[in-house]
C-alpha cells in the first residue's frame, strides 16, 4: 500500500512540473502597430524570457499616425517597426491587419479573422481592451471585437481573456485583479517602444511642437520614449493594492515600474491558485 501510495504522489509531483514547464501561449490584441508595446511590453518580455510563446495581433496598419507620410507607405513603414520590435521582444508572430487606421469596425468579418488567429495560435491567455465609451474609437471597438468574438471560439479549453487599460481607460476608477514588476525588463520594453520610430521620434514630438529638439538631440529622444511609456508602466495608487497581495508589501515598496491587468468578465474564469501558473512572473523581481 505505501508503494501505491508512493507511486501515485510521484505521478502527481512530475506531472506538475511537466505541466509548470509547457510553454503558455499568449495573444495581446490591439487596435495599432506598437500599442502592444505600450501597454505589455513589460509581461510579454517576461514571458518570452521564461520560454514561453507570446503573438502580437493589431487589427489596423497604423495608417493614420503621422503628419506628412502618405497612408500606403507610412503602413509599409510601421509595418517593418512592427517586426523591429518582434525581434526586440522575442515574438513568436506579429501580425498586422490591414484595416485602416480610424476606420475599424466591429463586424463579422474582423471577429473571424480574430476568431481563427486565437484558434491557429492555441492561446491559452488573450490580452485586449477594456471597452468602453469614448477616447479612441479603434481602441474602444478592438476591446468589443474580442469580447464579441469569444463566444463563437471552437477550442477545447477556453482561453482567459484579459482586461489592458489604455491612455482613455486607465484614468477610470477600478482596482486592476493582478499587477506585475517589469523592473528587470524595463530597458527592454523602452527598447519595443523606441522601435515605432515613426511615432515617437516623429509624430508625437511634432504634435508636441517639439520636432525640431528631437530630431537634433538624441538625449531628447530617450527622455521622450522614457516619458512616452512611463504612464503605463508606473506604481499608482490603482495598482499598489494588486502589487502588494502578489508581492507583500514590503516587495512592492521596492517595485519601480509595474504593469496591471484585470481578468475580464466573459471566456474562462480563474481561481487565485491558477494564477502563477498562468502568470508565473507573478511575485518575482
Known amino acids: ?55 502580437f495581433m493589431s487589427l489596423t496598419n497604423g495608417d493614420a499616425g503621422h503628419y506628412s507620410m502618405k497612408p500606403a507607405d507610412l503602413a509599409k513603414r510601421r509595418y517593418q517597426e512592427a517586426m523591429d520590435s518582434k525581434k526586440i521582444l522575442s515574438l513568436g508572430d506579429y501580425e498586422v491587419l490591414n484595416y485602416h487606421d480610424q476606420y475599424l469596425k466591429n463586424t463579422k468579418e474582423v ?23 469614448g477616447g479612441h474609437t479603434d481602441n474602444m471597438t478592438a476591446g468589443y471585437i474580442v469580447r464579441d468574438a469569444a463566444p463563437r471560439l471552437q477550442m477545447a479549453k477556453m482561453p482567459v481573456f484579459v482586461y489592458i487599460r489604455d491612455y482613455h481607460t486607465i484614468n477610470f476608477s477600478y482596482i486592476p485583479d493582478f499587477a506585475i514588476s517589469i523592473d528587470s525588463v524595463w530597458e527592454t520594453k523602452l527598447a519595443a517602444c523606441a522601435a515605432q520610430k515613426s511615432q515617437v521620434t516623429e509624430a508625437i514630438p511634432h504634435g508636441m511642437g517639439i520636432l525640431k529638439e528631437v530630431r537634433e538631440h538624441p538625449e531628447k529622444q530617450k527622455e521622450l520614449i522614457y516619458n512616452n511609456t512611463l504612464p503605463f508602466s508606473n506604481v499608482t495608487n490603482n495598482n499598489m493594492f494588486a502589487l502588494e497581495k502578489w508581492y507583500g508589501k514590503e516587495q512592492a515598496a521596492k517595485i519601480k515600474y509595474a504593469e496591471a491587468f484585470e481578468i475580464a468578465e466573459f471566456g474562462r474564469q480563474v481561481e487565485d491558485i491558477e494564477m502563477k501558473t498562468l502568470f508565473p512572473m507573478l511575485g518575482k523581481f
Do not use: C, N
Open 111 to 133: 471577429q473571424d479573422k480574430v476568431i481563427k488567429s486565437i484558434q491557429e495560435w492555441k492561446a491559452d491567455i488573450v490580452f485586449t481592451y477594456y471597452p468602453a465609451k
Open 1 to 55: 500500500m505505501r508503494k501505491i501510495l508512493l507511486a501515485i504522489v510521484t505521478i502527481f509531483f512530475f506531472s506538475g512540473i511537466a505541466f509548470s514547464q509547457t510553454p503558455l501561449r499568449v495573444m495581446v490584441i490591439f487596435a495599432h502597430p506598437d500599442e502592444g508595446e505600450i501597454y505589455t511590453g513589460g509581461i510579454t518580455a517576461l514571458f518570452t524570457k521564461m520560454g514561453h510563446q507570446v503573438k
